[in-house]
């Protein structure tokens, strides 16, 4: 089993995969010939946003919550998150009958909140700082002796974000495109991207090329993938509120050493393509859950994606709060 | 086959089936624990949202377009609409190739208009009265020569709308649910509920009861029924805007003989439901299109429906103004 400070490997999404088997949803990939029309080349979409809690973060958040030991296990789980890793943590939690402690700043959304609340998790508030947010998540493993899972810093987290894109190869080969001509998924802390980088490498080599989707309002990835270090997300100002944090030094590793770059896009090319997976698509995805349409929308303009091509997207998640919509 | 003044019978929706193979989506059935959960008793949710044009509608449009000899096809099809007739409509001819017409108010919603027009259709304006649709409608046809499809009034629609039914009890019988319990579908003129009654009645007799939804704001169907002679929608409130219409005597006559009865549900109810459809099945539903969900749940709130029961529930359309949500 990889160790907490390990890099995790193709063999850990693999295993992620069978731990998993059951226990999260086989999501549906679906298309969409309006869309299409849209991006101009033909998209598989991997429907995360019908996940359990409505995002790909239930994967990661169960795979490591699961390979805890029964001693490590015992106190709980706990983490700092506004949004979707705190509900899929509760619900992990949960699963496996162990309390879970979810710091929240006071700015998290109302619907997150709630479904965290929902799930059982005990939740304790902060000010919505990243300072006050690690200051407390401290205080509480001190008084509770949970261990931290953490969003996407975690060897296990990405091994089970990485589940949904052997998840996407495989039906894609089901509907007898073997392999895909490329994945394109959205990048904020990093998880989901690594996790995808890990399985689509792991399975096809260097044939499907890994793009990642950033808002142009918060583009620390592209910036420090380009640069080759590390720079940190610092005033982020994007509608996608899940992609506001920065990579770490291990998602920012794997992605240098596997993705073929970020794409960036911004707030309204965001809003166009999740206003079309509303309007015409009939389903409800979250900004960030979006992004990854506009962004193969841009490669296809750009020439990197033939219109040939047959790209999937992960479409990530789909928690939105209706009485706060950006249109 | 049925002339346009005749009753339609379960064989026409069984000859409508067989004439809509290939041309209309077979929409998902699904399911989901957080709405059966808020109603009571589980729900299989027939995805008619899914259907091209984005809702039931489209079945009985193509079916009376494609029924159409070529004699009576040549100038095209018309009709007055302010909603999603109309854009079902214009498909429906730009698949057989004919020209359509179609009649709109001022007041219909910007998507439905644009959706309508990107289909091919010409539409022409008139002012929101059912006087105007009907004396702009007369000249239309006067001067194209077309042929008027009513949006429910007319036997082809009528047995087109059934359709979806036949699919839903078929889809839950692979389940292993055969037959379901009961199907409860929305009513506004009645094509979709008179196409189900019968589907139903013709596929399983009276074992599977067949409720019809409606607003309390424009409850003309109930009260219709409950009187015995057709009442009609005068000054109709409710935030369903496919269900402001009458039932005409065709449709009251259907609907006296098979439904069990029509269930009403205030506007508040009608939210409630869709927001659950939005936020945690993640589907875009219209009002008119969630009405089934929570006249369910006063059915098993009232005993008539057990809690032990499968319901299926037509989800009949999703085309929301996105700039002019309810919420």
Redesign the interface.
Known sequence: MTSEDAAPTYDDVVVAAGRLEGIVHRTPLTTCSTIDQWVGCRLLLKCE??QRV?AFKFRGATNAVLALSDDDATNGVAAHSSGNHAAALALAARTRGVPAHVVMPTSAPV?KRAATAGYGAEIIDCAPTLEAREATLAEVLERTGAVEIHPYDHPHVIAGAGTASLELLEQAAECGIDPLDAVVVPVGGGGLASGTVLGVRGRHGTDVAVFAAEPTGADDAARSLAEGHLIPSLAPDTVCDGLLTSLSPRTFSILSSGLERVVTVTDDEVLEAM?LL???A????EPSGAIAVAATRRLVAGGEVSPDATVGVILSG?NVD??A?P?
Not at 282 to 285: A, H, S
């Open positions: 946003h019908l409505g619907a206003r509303w309007e015409r009939k389903m409800v995805v789909g209706l009485d919509l249109f």
